[in-house]
């Protein structure tokens, strides 16, 4: 596949690796922040390619993962509704919520959709004028414009019968809650690629000169997030902290104003909770009240809902980066991707289920030999 | 059946529709079919299909019925020697879908060489089923001394597959509500029974045991991953594979790239996995490859005496992951 | 983020005014909206999320990058001092 099997070259990833350690004298404290980064370092064991010279500290860019409780809980009592078709992204399916999920609200019998854009959801609504359409808009900032569109699109068809359930989170916001905790060990950030194409990379900056850490502006593929790496270690060995993109074939330092244009329209910056953190303020987006009309939480009024989360799941403190998923005492026994106790392990994209599905043989057992483990 | 239409008797629907797709026997109709075996070993199997839609890229639900049973045949190593067939149809179903279905599984058992020799139907009220459900049956001759199960897996087999991988999910995928896209990709559905006595005969024509041949599994639901997990368990071997030797074509890749699947995981329905003892599996291979069904046949790994039961995968980057069968239905990840 | 993948702009026309196009990934071909990319042309590469392209693959950037990772190849091999190094990997 061009433009993305080239960016899967071992023989050019062995030499960026060989360059990171070849630069680092010292071990460093990296966090990417998307949740597909994190699913491609596991996946290829990029970690293991950099075990000594760097440590990553998976950050919450699972929208899936940090989509609050309450809002969940929302979602589900919407969907079990006979008049209401819901429609939804694959990955929200079996994320928890207070007591159920979409999953098991379609097995009795509720109308749940998955679909793939939600230009989709328009769609099903145009086809079904008798029934109610909900869309469940979460995501970053990546996602945001195709929900835009299709709140758009909705508008320009005059359709009185679909709605957005709308709970975006912001980066930038959650990467200063992050920077600010006084527990943070983080010491240079892989900024989210795809984030960066729609929204470009001007709100990082401030962030650089603020806490004084790297920023790099990163890909997916292998040799992407290797590159993104070796410019942070080579920024923390320098001692000069800087605003860098490492994803120029993608991401220009303007975005794409088309979108953000759209964006500034259909949507308005709220404070939001993230599931497992807290409030994280402005840190998200909810529909303007100029599109009122089209808005789920106030079409369907969803009165005061009682949550509840888990005793025993860790799920905050993963997204934190204050543990690996496999130091969880819950991971792999209680909580599994078959019966996940939080977000982090039914989604894909969750750093827990990345370490369950991408596990690696434990120290006990006998491991193949690896050329790449050594130095 | 049909709109509006009342229902047709079923023995109509056997005269007119499914006998002269499937060929009669000339004999007169029984309840069970009774087949001259000669000595030996009967291989017995059962498989239902359920799959949505009935027609996809390349096939529909009754080739799939007929060549699906006849590979879980082929996995004992077993010769097939017939079929039943048994149809669940849904109130409502066009008597011009059950006919085009009863032909292909014709032509797909003529192709085999293994005929569809009794069967059964039934009509069940609107909602009772996909349109259609089909039960087949499959019953054939293994011959004296052969062993083949998954139990014989042994440390230091090579690991085989036949061909290909992901084609057949991602067919059905393309075709499903909602997530459509468009695909050269065709089902690969396919009798494998041929290709498994290849494999038998390249050793016995050289005097060698077939059992060399330790462990077949045809990889479906679930895909490759399930067929080698469910081996390594059966037997407690470990099993290494190499990513970048296993075969999968680009329009799978980028299908699956698309939709968040892992081709790994993602079912065939024409494909055969084989543990097979290192000194042998190059004239395996070798037979593999000499036929159309296997010429995409590679070695993909190989069973371990460490970590027994679980199955490491290499990534081209020279770092291993441990992998698993995913739980439940495939959702195509979005974000 | 999220799912984002490569593909190429191979077809473009018009739905209830807005601008949409099929992409190709190697083979897969999806419909896919281009509101956001008004001046996408045929031919030229794009990022697909959720169904929108979201931007322009810079395809000279792209072999730019990898140039890079190339020549970053040879110098490595130079710095360790032995040739064969790149086939060191063993299956």
């Given amino acids: 596949m061009k433009y993305l099997d080239e960016f899967r070259d071992p023989v050019a990833a062995k030499a960026l690796v060989e360059q990171i350690r070849r630069t680092a004298t010292q071990p460093w404290t990296i966090m990417e922040v998307c949740g597909g980064q994190t699913h491609s370092i596991i996946r290829n064991g990029i970690d293991q390619l950099l075990e000594g010279a760097v440590e990553f500290i998976h950050g919450p860019g699972c929208p899936v993962c940090v989509t609050p409780l309450e809002m969940i809980d929302r979602a589900l009592e919407i969907a079990g509704r006979e008049d209401v078709i819901f429609c939804s992204f694959g990955d929200m399916l079996r994320v928890p919520g207070s007591r159920e999920d979409l999953f098991s609200v379609r097995a009795r019998g509720g109308d749940v959709r998955v679909v793939y854009s939600p230009l989709d959801a328009t769609r099903i609504a145009a086809d079904n004028p008798d029934k109610q359409v909900v869309f469940f808009g979460v995501g970053f900032e990546t996602t945001a414009p195709a929900n835009a569109m299709s709140v758009l699109h909705a508008q320009r068809l005059g359709l009185t019968n679909f709605s957005m359930l709308v709970s975006h989170v912001l980066v930038p916001p959650a990467m200063t809650a992050i920077l600010s905790s006084p527990t943070n060990r983080v ?189 | 059946m049909g709109h509006g239409g009342g229902g047709i008797l079923s023995e109509e629907l056997i005269e007119n529709l499914f006998l002269p797709a499937f060929g009669s026997s000339g004999g007169p109709s029984r309840d069970s079919a009774v087949l001259d075996t000669g000595a030996g070993r009967i291989a017995l199997t059962t498989d239902s299909y359920v799959v949505n839609p009935l027609f996809f890229p390349g096939g529909t639900i009754g080739d799939l019925a007929v060549n699906g049973t006849i590979n879980d045949l082929a996995c004992s190593g077993a010769q097939p020697l017939a079929l039943t067939a048994g149809f669940i149809l849904e109130e409502g179903l066009e008597v011009d879908v059950l006919g085009a279905i009863a032909q292909a599984m014709g032509r797909a058992a003529a192709d085999a060489g293994v005929p569809v020799v009794t069967g059964d139907t039934k009509v069940v009220g609107r909602g009772g089923a996909d349109g259609l459900f089909i039960n087949t049956a499959g019953v054939g001759v293994v011959p004296d001394g ?106 799978v890749a980028s299908a699956c790239g698309f939709l968040g699947l892992d081709p790994l995981q993602v079912a065939n329905e024409g494909k055969m996995v084989a543990f097979v003892d290192p000194a042998h599996s190059a004239a395996v291979l070798a037979a593999m490859r000499s036929r159309p069904e296997g010429a995409g046949a590679a070695i993909i790994g190989r069973a371990v005496e460490e970590h027994p039961g679980m199955v490491v995968i290499r990534t081209p980057f020279g770092t291993t992951r441990v992998v698993e069968r995913e739980l439940g239905e495939q959702l195509p990840r979005i974000c | 983020m999220c799912l984002g993948i490569p593909g190429k702009v191979m077809e473009i026309w018009e739905e209830s005014g807005t601008r949409m196009s099929t992409v190709d990934f190697g083979g897969t071909t999806k419909t896919v909206c281009l509101a956001y990319l008004p001046d996408m042309e045929i031919g030229e590469y794009t990022i697909v999320h959720a169904g929108f392209a979201i931007t322009r693959l810079d395809e000279v950037s792209a072999n730019e990058t990898l140039q890079m990772f190339a020549d970053l190849g040879i110098l490595e091999e130079e710095l360790s001092g032995t040739e064969g190094q790149a086939s060191r990997e063993t299956a």
């Fill in chain 2, 146 to 251: 052969l062993r083949i199960g998954p139990e014989q897996a042994r440390p230091g087999d090579h690991i085989i597959v036949s061909g290909n991988i992901g084609e057949h999910g991602v067919a059905i995928m393309s075709v499903r509500e909602g997530i459509d896209f468009g695909t050269t990709v065709t089902t690969d559905s396919a009798p494998l029974h041929r290709l498994v006595a290849a494999m038998l005969a390249s050793l016995t024509e050289r005097g060698e045991d077939p059992n060399h041949v330790h462990a077949l599994r045809d990889p479906t639901r679930g895909g490759l991953v399930a067929a080698v997990v469910e081996i390594a368990r059966t037997a407690g071997v470990g099993v290494e594979l190499d990513e970048r030797a296993i075969p999968v074509p680009e329009t």
């Fill in chain 1, 187 to 375: 010491q240079g950030f892989l900024a989210a690629g795809h984030v960066c194409t729609v929204m470009g990379t001007s709100e990082y900056g401030p962030l650089v000169e603020k806490f004084g850490v790297p920023i790099v502006v990163t890909g997916f593929e292998p040799l992407d997030l290797l590159e993104g790496v070796r410019q942070v270690v080579e920024l923390l060995e320098a001692g000069t902290p800087e605003l860098r993109n490492a994803y120029p074939r993608a991401v220009t330092a303007g975005g794409n104003v088309v979108a953000r244009e759209a964006l500034a329209d259909v949507f308005a910056v709220t404070d939001r909770p993230w599931r497992g953190i807290g409030m994280i303020p402005q840190s998200g987006w909810t529909l303007s009240p100029r599109y009122a009309d089209f808005d789920a939480e106030l079409t369907f009024g969803v009165g005061q809902l009682t949550v509840q989360e888990s005793d025993l799941c860790h799920a905050g403190e993963v997204l934190q980066g204050l543990l690996k998923p496999n130091e969880c005492p819950a991971f792999g026994n209680a909580c599994t991707p078959r019966t996940p106790l939080g977000a982090t392990m039914v989604s894909s994209e969750g750093a827990c289920a990345a370490y369950y599905q991408f596990r690696r043989l434990s120290a006990g057992a006998a491991a193949p030999t690896s050329a790449a483990a050594g130095v």
